[in-house]
């Protein structure tokens, strides 16, 4: 009876753990992509959180043939990378626009 690996065990060993951390290799390739598209979704969360909460304010008007003048409020908020937009009317009294 043989009290030591052979030649042979040995190198059988050696590429199954070279298949394994190979594996680990890829698997960690993909847990880092998911990671950076999560960074750019919790981005844009809280970019959005920012903008319902304390938005920078700009006033827009607009002049129109048809609708006479029209005064739009734009809220937006942005960091280095995304910019997010959001425009209303800001008098909330449509009839001066439907006569």
Request: with cysteine; hydrophobic share 40%.
């Amino acid at each position: 009876m043989k009290k030591a690996f052979s030649f042979i065990e040995l190198i059988f060993c050696i590429i199954i753990l070279s298949f394994i951390f190979i594996s680990l290799h890829l698997v960690y390739i993909q847990i880092y992509k998911n990671y950076e598209f999560l960074s750019f979704f919790q981005r844009l969360y809280n970019l959005e959180e920012k903008l319902y909460d304390n938005p920078k304010v700009k006033n827009i008007l607009i002049n129109t043939s048809n609708l006479g003048s029209l005064n739009l409020l734009e809220e937006y908020e942005s960091d280095g990378l995304f910019e997010l937009k959001k425009i209303n009317i800001k008098d909330k009294n449509y009839t001066s626009y439907f006569q």
